[in-house]
């Protein structure tokens, strides 16, 4: 049997390199591919990548213009306009429980953020903890909530609109006589703080006597009623009435009207700048500050998205250049407060604001 020799192979082949223009050409070639194919798939690409956030916004109720005012204004934002936020608004009924149910539901259905004008100062903070424990960020806004989980709030200071309110009330008055104080919803900020506000003026006016203080929650029919009795039960002896919202104090000049009397003989105030109240004091029957709407909610929206989008997100409310120069700064979108000014309503604005409305 024969050995075979060693196996033989064939030459291998020299695979040959391209030239240093040939390389450039194919570099240019496969630029021009990608280019190609990019431009063909980006717009596809870029919807894929377009974010949508899911936003709630748990209102304490929707039945009066303030709130109202409040949420058209957040429609109007310009990325809800645009789709980029798909808004969700919650009617609370004026109920803290509803408002807690209305968080579970937000919860459960993985909301990106929440905007919430909460009913109560103190059952509000369960809900914000519920939602921090969900990774849901909070932003309050027009009320506060007692709660360290809220990401920011963004409205008014009410302590001093009701300085503000009780002061035009006193001075109307000539710094005596008896005074009756309708309240908002008891336990709501808005309640505490515009009170702490009426009576740290009312303190300092020894002939000030305050003749009745009770809650009409924010009701034009309620602060019609309670008035009504008020100067039944006090005929003669009511010579100011301090509303802590608008729709309160304009329910107490009907009542005024009612009992045959001359409303501009009775100084009354209120808080908000609400249509009607607008029109009130235009007519000279009543002192009113607006709180702006608008600017609560929008500016919300807008430090809630710089938590979702990040440090890249600009805000797009034009009330950052409103209040800018009265000291209101965006600053990153990253204070815990933003508190917007008060504006007194006078006859030299009050035109302006109504044609806001139409």
Do not use: C
């Amino acid at each position: 049997m024969s050995r075979q020799g060693p196996r033989q192979y064939p030459p291998r082949k020299t695979i040959p390199q391209p030239k240093e223009h040939e390389l450039k050409t194919i570099i240019r070639l496969a630029a021009l591919a990608l280019a190609l194919s990019l431009s063909a798939t980006g717009p596809a690409l870029a919807q894929q990548a377009k974010k949508t956030w899911k936003v709630g916004a748990a209102v304490y109720g929707l039945k009066a213009e303030f709130a109202q005012l409040w949420v058209n204004a957040l429609k109007k934002h310009p990325l809800v306009k645009d789709g980029t936020v798909k808004l969700t608004v919650f009617d609370g009924k004026y109920d803290a429980l509803t408002q807690n149910n209305q968080f579970e539901t937000m919860i459960t259905q993985k909301y990106d953020g929440i905007l919430f004008v909460p009913i109560d100062l103190q059952a509000g903070a369960d809900a914000v903890s519920k939602a921090a424990e969900a990774n849901i960020p909070v932003v309050g806004s027009n009320g506060r909530v007692n709660s360290d989980k809220l990401l920011s709030y963004v409205g008014s200071n009410d302590v001093i609109a009701g300085a503000m309110q009780a002061q035009a009330v006193v001075d109307a008055m000539g710094g005596k006589g008896n005074v009756v104080i309708l309240e908002g919803p008891i336990g709501q900020s808005g309640q505490v703080e515009r009170r702490q506000g009426n009576l740290s003026v009312l303190a300092k006016y020894p002939n000030v006597k305050v003749l009745e203080m009770k809650t009409a929650n924010w009701s034009r029919a309620e602060a019609l009623s309670l008035t009504e009795n008020w100067l039944t039960a006090h005929a003669g002896k009511i010579n100011g009435i301090i509303g802590q919202n608008d729709e309160m104090a304009l329910g107490a000049i009907e009542a005024v009207k009612a009992k045959g009397l001359d409303p501009k003989t009775i100084p009354t105030a209120g808080i908000d700048g609400v249509s009607d109240a607008v029109r009130a004091v235009k007519a000279g029957i009543m002192a009113s500050v607006l709180q702006d709407a608008s600017a609560q909610s929008q500016g919300a929206l807008d430090v809630l998205l710089r938590k979702l989008i990040g440090a890249s997100y600009k805000p797009r409310s034009a009330m950052w250049a409103q209040y800018g120069a009265a000291g209101l700064q965006w600053d990153d979108g990253a204070a815990r407060a933003y508190n917007i000014p008060w504006t007194p309503i006078t006859l030299q604005n009050a035109d302006a604001l109504l044609a806001q409305r139409k």
